[in-house]
């Protein structure tokens, strides 16, 4: 069993930045990792994912360059830096892990959830 808890949340104005982190605990041993969110009525859409070496990464569109995905193993912690934010990226932010060594987009792929926590960006 993973456990994933984030933190980081909160609110920020447009333009502003936020760390995200991730938790994890239980069997941590090679999970590929990844940040989605989620906004009231709209499907769960991938923000990035990460190797278990950390070595390679992949980012969904909506990052554009702005969402920085990072690791730290010995910490057992997941990162999402956020620079540039726009009322749009206005959503809970969920951690997730998987038991395969592909970086996947589609939600579905993933083993474990944490709870979220919120990002709102004012205008």
Request: aromatic share 10%.
């Amino acid at each position: 069993q993973v456990q994933l808890a984030e933190s980081g949340g909160g609110l920020v104005q447009s333009g502003g930045s936020l760390r995200l982190s991730c938790a994890v605990s239980g069997r941590t041993s090679l999970l590929t990792m990844g940040w989605f969110r989620q906004s009231p009525g709209e499907e769960r859409e991938f923000v990035a994912g990460i190797s278990w070496s950390g070595d390679v990464s992949n980012y969904g569109s909506l990052a554009e360059g702005r969402f920085t995905i990072s690791r730290d193993n010995n910490r057992k912690m997941m990162y999402l830096q956020m620079v540039s934010l726009r009322p749009e990226d206005t959503a809970v932010y969920y951690c997730a892990c998987s038991r395969s060594s592909a970086i996947s987009s589609d939600h579905h792929d993933y083993d474990y959830w944490g709870q979220g926590t919120q990002v709102t960006v004012s205008s």
